[in-house]
């Protein structure tokens, strides 16, 4: 709060300085050429243009960076932040008014092919070849991962954005525990194998009915003031909850269409996958037929949990000296496999600027964009706590050494896989998370669960199957 | 109430000497201030409540949606009601509901009824505890929701502190669990209307003559007979209108529901209209979710129109 | 025990009963003033040192203050208009009869019986259509569809109340019947008016679902705004409770101090109805 208006009195005093320095920074309409001191336009200067974007870190940060963007430009950014179900609703909602009434809105992924295709969002191909308005040196478009720039943003043949919120998930444990050498013994004494950061399935089960204990007892040398968790996990009726099992169903072998394209959401690996899942919630807090990605973040952070598999742009959260009390002791790695040997995968989790159709702004939500990806920009994303997608940040050796989880961010999106981002995706989205819910919470068996999906699924694809393209 | 005001009002007129021509010209011009006075209602709810479910039944017979591409609003015919029938989580929907509102309001009106009685008996403290009653039902249900979330939050609520120190489920998080998820959702409803059935009650009792209750007395019935055989049946009129407001309100229970569970945990929570508004504006299946609203609402007037002849036969 | 101390023993029981009922408010209201370290306690604290910190945050920083004026305005207009046009017509109702009002009266009794879900997605869908989605208009209309009825219903049983004689009375000494209305049988009621007129603004400011689907940003209402503060868990609580407690407050006043009004129109619509 407090480094909220010192910011903004700090934006205010250049304003200021530039406009007693002669330059006309706002005072005078601004002309076609002219240009801001770091070289973005300010064709638009005057303009509000209203964001929307999903509550996180990299939003937060980006909100406490918007004076400099309007010192630089003149445009004033309003950025909304919103969860996940309540983004996606104000989107759709606003999208069939075709007022525009958001410029620009970070869409989670997976609802690009629904967007295109419905035209809600406009394509950026032609701002991308020739720029609308002149940008900063900064940006460049070059310096954007690959490897997410183009799941989270190419549908058919045309882009429609840029990623605003890398993020894939990883698994995450208490190295402290793990490092500590009486849990070491009495670990291998009873499995047989050194106690280390699960790189399979069976061992992410072994350590996480090791380290489930009462208060009272002892972990890591001192008492227990509140129980520990082996594993924390999603099971609520929501996306969060999609979207873990979606890796546990990968490992598997398991995937949602098959290799034909079609729905595949039964197949026996699936049922094997949501069975693990389902024996893990007996080492996981009771909490969790409640949890999304937020609660697991908190218990993490109060460390009651010794491992999840959860999202990497909360590990900044872990290493919040404000927040968390498991600074320093937490260790991030890629996720187990099912069978030892097998290459490890990411769920990437990616969210994206696009453009509003009926934006009245599009060339000023075009400039914002791009501003979001300078360099300068995405670096203070990184030493935030946030994630940026720029591959010279995320291989930046200054931050590798300062944030111990810097490295497996990098790696994992390397190995990142994409969920479907076909229109039919909400749909089927709500369906997983109703009977993935139901089968975690014990109102219905795996196999009943996927059965219902699977019965579900298909005849929302109706006519839309086999799927080629995803 | 039962004389028609146009033979009074003739038989007045009669009185009055009488203008060669007029008799026609006066009886019209009092149906066309009928009009006036009924025309501005009409035409309102026509537009927002006539227009728009004529326009949801014919949206119940096509295929639209707002997401999902190829549904652009073609006919599709009964397809979304023959859907209803294999929708098992439609039929689930239901069976929450249905237990929601039994559970509920009869709990509301045993409370009811009993607070009810002793709020009659009060006197100084009578008005304050009334205005202390009125609050549960007269704030937003979704602050009402959102307030038992708060208590019943596994970390930091009061109640689930509350709960564990005595020992009683419910005190790792209440809505963690399906079964108690649903519990704490009957209980709050409780909580937030049982005041309404006191208020009735207290109300109707203050209503009720005295003589008959004097009379008992001196015949030397005891109280819970002066209860059973006097009291109770000459409340049935309100407990009725009462019972039947309170059903046909807790069937369009929606507030409370997304804010306290959502509809979890899984769908143990999930009620009718909870339901639906997921399809409509989760899944955006909208053509469908107007099939769901329609059938709901023919199955709400079937039986708020049974009820009434049953329980308050005067009225029709 | 003797007849006084059994008194004093209910009413002490009695007021411990009601101050534990109401508790979950009394919370909410303590926790509003709150910081972030008190709230999260795992074991509640009744002694904290207050502070305005969730209110500033909510109201200033994030703007609620426009969301509590959208409320202001959508209750008000909703009311008045329901006032303007229901009253009349309930008049009416209960001065004349026929097949097509005992119809019309029913058909207001469906439309209390409509889940709002039916309505809101055609609602919607035609909002956008006429380009009014996001307006203050088609959350006002929206509203219209409950508040109505109400109006109707509730005038109904007052305007019973009022015999028709003294309409007649009236008419006899030369008024016209909007005169009689106007002049005689409305100023009657006015105890059942000013109830009708509380619970409609109650209803309106309580409003959640129409508002939720019907209004944009800039026209959301107060308990719409409210849940866009559910979100990451933890961090936002403090503030949740302050803007809970601004929706709830007015209400909670309000019937405080015009209780015997609220009585009145529930039970007396009811009752009179009989």
Same mark, same amino acid.
């Given at each position: 709060m407090a480094r909220k208006s010192v910011l903004a009195l700090s934006a205010f005093a250049a304003a200021l300085a530039l406009a007693v320095t002669g330059c006309s920074s706002g005072t005078t309409p601004s002309a076609e050429g002219e240009v801001g001191p770091n070289g973005w336009s300010r064709k638009y200067a005057g303009?509000?243009?209203?964001?929307? $974007?999903? $509550?996180? /870190?990299n939003s937060g940060i980006l909100e406490s960076l918007l004076p400099d963007f309007e010192a630089e430009t003149g445009i004033h950014v309003s950025l909304e932040q919103a969860p996940y179900d309540s983004l996606v609703q104000k989107a759709v909602l606003d999208f069939t008014t075709k007022k525009g009434n958001y410029d620009v809105l970070s869409i989670p992924y997976e609802y690009l092919g629904s967007f295109a295709e419905n035209k809600y969002i406009a394509p950026i191909d032609d701002y991308l070849k020739t720029p609308p308005v002149q940008l900063g040196a900064d940006f460049s478009s070059d310096d954007i991962l690959p490897n997410l720039w183009e799941p989270s943003s190419k549908w058919k043949d045309n882009l429609y954005g840029m990623p605003s919120n890398a993020a894939m998930m990883m698994m995450m444990y208490r190295k402290d525990l793990f490092e500590n050498p009486a849990e070491a013994k009495g670990f291998k004494a009873k499995y047989g194998y050194d106690l280390a950061p699960a790189t399979t399935w069976d061992q992410y089960r072994d350590i996480a009915e090791w380290f489930t204990r009462d208060a009272g007892k002892e972990a890591g040398g001192t008492a227990l003031a509140q129980p520990l968790y082996g594993v924390t996990l999603a099971g609520k009726r929501h996306v969060s909850t999609v979207l873990e099992w979606m890796n546990y169903s990968w490992t598997f072998g398991g995937d949602i269409f098959d290799s034909s394209g079609n729905v595949a959401i039964n197949s026996p690996e699936n049922v094997a996958s949501l069975e693990y899942e389902k024996g893990l919630t007996a080492y996981a807090p009771p909490g969790f037929t409640s949890a999304t990605w937020d609660e697991i973040t908190a218990q993490l952070q109060q460390g009651t949990a010794a491992q999840s598999i959860t999202w990497g742009d909360t590990a900044g959260a872990m290493e919040d000296t404000t927040a968390s009390k498991v600074v320093g002791k937490m260790g991030y790695a890629s996720i187990p496999v099912k069978n030892e040997g097998d290459a490890p995968e990411s769920h990437l989790g990616s969210w994206t600027y696009t453009i509003n159709s009926s934006s009245k702004n599009a060339e000023a939500g075009y400039e914002f964009m791009a501003w979001a990806m300078s360099k300068p920009v995405q670096m203070k994303l990184a030493e935030g706590g946030g994630l940026p997608a720029l591959t010279s940040v995320l291989t930046d050796a200054d931050l590798t050494t300062k944030l111990p989880y810097w490295k497996q961010i990098y790696t994992s999106l390397t190995q990142a896989k994409s969920r479907p981002r076909i229109p039919q995706w909400s749909g089927i989205s709500d369906s997983l998370a109703l009977d993935l819910s139901r089968a975690l919470s014990g109102? $219905?068996?795996?196999?009943? /669960?996927?059965? $219902?999906?699977?019965?579900?699924?298909?005849?929302?694809?109706?006519?839309a199957l086999p799927v080629t393209y995803q | 109430m039962g004389t028609d005001p146009r033979t009074e009002l003739g038989s007045a007129s009669a009185a009055l000497p009488r203008t060669p021509g007029q008799a026609t010209p006066r009886k019209k011009r009092r149906d066309w201030a009928g009009l006036v006075y009924q025309a501005p209602s009409l035409i309102v709810l026509g537009c927002v409540v006539l227009f728009p479910l004529v326009y949801s039944v014919d949206l119940s017979f096509r295929s639209y949606s707002l997401v999902i591409p190829g549904r652009t609003g073609q006919y599709i015919g009964l397809e979304n009601y023959q859907r209803m029938f294999r929708d098992a989580d439609f039929g689930q929907a239901l069976l929450t509901t249905l237990v929601f509102i039994v559970f509920a309001v009869s709990l509301e009106t045993v409370l009811g009824v009993a607070a009810g009685m002793l709020l009659d008996r009060l006197r100084r403290m009578k008005r304050l505890v009334t205005s202390i009653l009125l609050l549960p039902m007269i704030i937003a249900p979704l602050v009402v929701g959102l307030v038992f979330n708060f208590a019943l939050n596994a970390q930091f609520g009061y109640l689930t502190w509350v709960l564990h120190a005595l020992g009683l489920p419910g005190g790792d998080g209440a809505l963690n669990y399906g079964p108690t998820?649903?519990?704490?959702?009957?209980?709050?409803?409780?909580?937030?209307?049982?005041?309404?059935?006191?208020?009735?009650?207290?109300?109707?009792?203050?209503?009720?003559?005295k003589e008959p209750f004097e009379a008992a007395s001196v015949d030397g019935a005891g109280p819970w007979q002066t209860f059973r055989m006097l009291t109770l049946p000459m409340l049935r009129p309100v407990l009725a209108v009462a019972i039947l407001f309170r059903a046909t309100e807790a069937i369009r229970e929606f507030d409370k529901v997304y804010v306290l569970t959502g509809g979890g945990p899984g769908s143990w929570t999930t009620v009718n209209d909870l339901y639906q508004y997921r399809v409509s504006f989760a899944e955006w299946d909208m053509s469908y979710g107007a099939a769901l609203g329609l059938v709901t609402f023919a199955a709400v007037l079937f039986l708020a129109i049974s009820a009434f002849r049953m329980l308050a036969p005067k009225e029709l | 025990m003797s007849r006084r101390w059994k008194r004093i023993l209910i009413g002490v029981v009695a007021t411990l009963v009601i101050v534990l009922y109401i508790s979950p408010l009394v919370w909410l209201v303590l926790a509003s003033f709150k910081n972030r370290v008190d709230l999260f306690t795992p074991t509640p604290t009744f002694i904290f040192s207050p502070t305005?910190?969730?209110?500033?945050?909510?109201? %200033?920083?994030?703007g609620f203050t426009r969301n509590l004026v959208n409320s202001l305005i959508v209750s008000v207009f909703a009311s008045a208009i329901a006032l303007v046009v229901g009253v009349p017509s309930a008049y009416s109702l209960t001065r004349r009869s026929g097949k097509l009002l005992s119809a019309y009266l029913l058909g207001l009794l469906a439309a209390r019986l409509l889940p709002a879900m039916v309505l809101v997605l055609p609602l919607f869908i035609l909002a956008t259509r006429l380009g009014l989605s996001g307006t203050y208009v088609a959350v006002v209309a929206a509203h219209l569809t409950f508040a109505i009825p109400f109006t109707v219903w509730m005038m109904r049983g007052f305007f019973m109340g009022v015999p028709k004689s003294l309409d007649e009375a009236a008419r006899i000494d030369g008024c016209s019947e909007f005169q009689a209305f106007f002049k005689v049988v409305l100023p009657l009621t006015k105890n059942g008016l000013v109830a009708t007129a509380i619970?409609? %603004?109650?209803?309106?400011?309580?409003?959640?679902?129409?508002?939720?689907i019907l209004t944009s940003r800039d026209t959301a209402t107060m308990p719409v705004a409210l849940p866009t503060l559910l979100t990451p868990i933890g961090t936002f609580w403090g503030q949740i409770a302050a803007v809970a407690t601004v929706t709830v407050l007015p209400v909670a006043v309000f019937a405080f101090v015009v209780q015997k009004h609220i009585v009145a129109g529930m039970t007396g619509g009811a009752i009179a109805g009989e």
């Open positions: 303009t509000q243009l209203n964001v929307i $974007a999903e $509550a996180t /870190a109102q $219905a068996s795996p196999q009943e /669960a996927l059965d $219902a999906s699977q019965q579900k699924v298909t005849e929302l694809m109706n006519g | 998820a649903l519990l704490a959702l009957i209980l709050v409803d409780v909580w937030e209307w049982a005041p309404f059935m006191t208020l009735m009650v207290a109300a109707g009792l203050s209503a009720l003559p | 305005l910190d969730n209110y500033v945050q909510a109201f %200033v920083t994030k619970f409609l %603004v109650i209803n309106s400011w309580n409003e959640f679902l129409f508002g939720l």
